[in-house]
Every structure is written in structure tokens, then in C-alpha cells.
T-cell receptor
Framework: TQLLEQSPQFLSIQEGENLTVYCNSS?????LQWYRQEPGEGPVLLVT?????EVKKLKRLTFQFGDARKDSSLHITAAQPGDTGLYLC??????????????FGTGTRLTIIP | DSGVTQTPKHLITATGQRVTLRCSPR?????VYWYQQSLDQGLQFLIQYYNGEERAKGNILERFSAQQFPDLHSELNLSSLELGDSALYFCASSVAGTSGYNEQFFGPGTRLTVL
């Protein structure tokens, strides 16, 4: 069974600070996605990383896929209250042909204090 | 708005009952996925359908079943409901069949409360 552990589980910081969220697994994933979910709503896709070592930037958010494609990180610069939410990483398993199941991480609940 | 619709938004029912949750995928998407999200277990994959056929199964109970119809909408049937089935149920859709990055787009969810 593939598991994705996210850390920290909870994070509460002041507006303007920087933060990093980690997503780790012992399994290799063909691709990894990050989602943000707000209360009462469905997760919204932020980014997909595919290549080991890949770095993608989305405004103040920087996503990195580990060289071995087992881990990923999300760094937010100058956090804003609008960044508050549940951040989920999700890895795609290609070991079974046609099986596109995503394994979701345990989640990081981020609160940005104005 | 992701383009994925789910009905109903809220559902309150009693133990032992049966309910049906409905999902319409984004236009053009062939795959539909069902997830259960509870406070203590995060987002759990239940089942995937691709173009009408079951493609992958996760931690779906035998009391639960799903299907995808020719128009690609999907229904998740939950029967003999228990208190522990209370959760948010999400549907997601994607274009990918056997290729692509399986980027999934989630609906707004159905909040099921079993009393």
C-alpha cells in the first residue's frame, strides 16, 4: 500500500512569512499533484509535477518534485490570508496498466493570520 | 467552478437506509472517480469508472456500489447506512484514459449525515 505522509499536519503563521510543506513516500510516483481545499468545497488542482527534480512556480508558490520521484515540497513566499486552506499532495501510481488511482497525502491544514 | 456537478449538496438520512449520490463530469471527461472524506481518515479513493466500465477499486465497502451511464454521469449507491458512513463524498473527473497525467477536477461534494 502506498502512503504519502505530509508534514506538518497543521501550520499557523503570520501574514508575510514564508513556509514549506513536505510530502514524503517510500514509493515512486509517475507524477505528483498538489491540491488546495477550502472548507465545504472540493479540492482544486494547483500543479502537476512529472520529472524528478522538476521545479514549478505559480506566483508565490514553488513546487518541487524530488529527484527520485518519491517526495515533493510546496514553498509559499510571503503568505497571505487567501492561502489558508487544506493542502493535499497526490501521487499517481502507474504500476498497474490503466489504473489511474491517485493516492492522497494526509494533508496540511494551513492558517495564515492577518 | 470545476465543471463537475454533484447532487444533492446535503443529505440527511437514518441508519439502515439507502441513498444515491449523483455526479456529472466535465464535458469531454471520460473518467469519473469517487472519494470519501472524513475528519479522521482524509481523502479516500473509492472507485473509478472509465467510459462506462469499472477501472480501479479502492477501499470501497461491499455495501457501496457505483456505475457510470452512457451519458457518462455516475451514481454512487450507499446502502445499509451506518453512523460511520457520515462524510463528504466527492466526485472527480479527468480526461485521461491510459495516458496523461490524470489531472482530476473535483465537484463540490455531497455531505452525508447518517443519524
Amino acid at each position: 500500500t502506498q502512503l504519502l505522509e505530509q508534514s506538518p499536519q497543521f501550520l499557523s503563521i503570520q501574514e508575510g512569512e514564508n513556509l514549506t510543506v513536505y510530502c514524503n513516500s517510500s514509493s515512486v510516483f509517475s507524477s505528483l499533484q498538489w491540491y488546495r481545499q477550502e472548507p465545504g468545497e472540493g479540492p482544486v488542482l494547483l500543479v502537476t509535477v512529472v520529472t524528478g527534480g522538476e521545479v514549478k512556480k505559480l506566483k508565490r508558490l514553488t513546487f518541487q518534485f524530488g529527484d527520485a520521484r518519491k517526495d515533493s515540497s510546496l514553498h509559499i513566499t510571503a503568505a497571505q490570508p487567501g492561502d489558508t486552506g487544506l493542502y493535499l499532495c497526490a501521487g499517481r501510481d502507474d504500476t498497474n496498466f490503466g489504473n489511474e488511482k491517485l493516492t492522497f497525502g494526509t494533508g496540511t491544514r494551513l492558517t495564515i493570520i492577518p | 467552478d470545476s465543471g463537475v456537478t454533484q447532487t444533492p449538496k446535503h443529505l440527511i438520512t437514518a441508519t439502515g437506509q439507502r441513498v444515491t449520490l449523483r455526479c456529472s463530469p466535465r464535458s469531454g471527461d471520460l473518467s469519473v472517480y469517487w472519494y470519501q472524506q472524513s475528519l479522521d481518515q482524509g481523502l479516500q479513493f473509492l472507485i473509478q469508472y472509465y467510459n462506462g466500465e469499472e477501472r480501479a477499486k479502492g477501499n470501497i465497502l461491499e455495501r457501496f456500489s457505483a456505475q457510470q451511464f452512457p451519458d457518462l454521469h455516475s451514481e454512487l449507491n450507499l446502502s445499509s447506512l451506518e453512523l460511520g458512513d457520515s462524510a463528504l463524498y466527492f466526485c472527480a473527473s479527468s480526461v485521461a484514459g491510459t495516458s496523461g497525467y490524470n489531472e482530476q477536477f473535483f465537484g463540490p461534494g455531497t455531505r452525508l449525515t447518517v443519524l
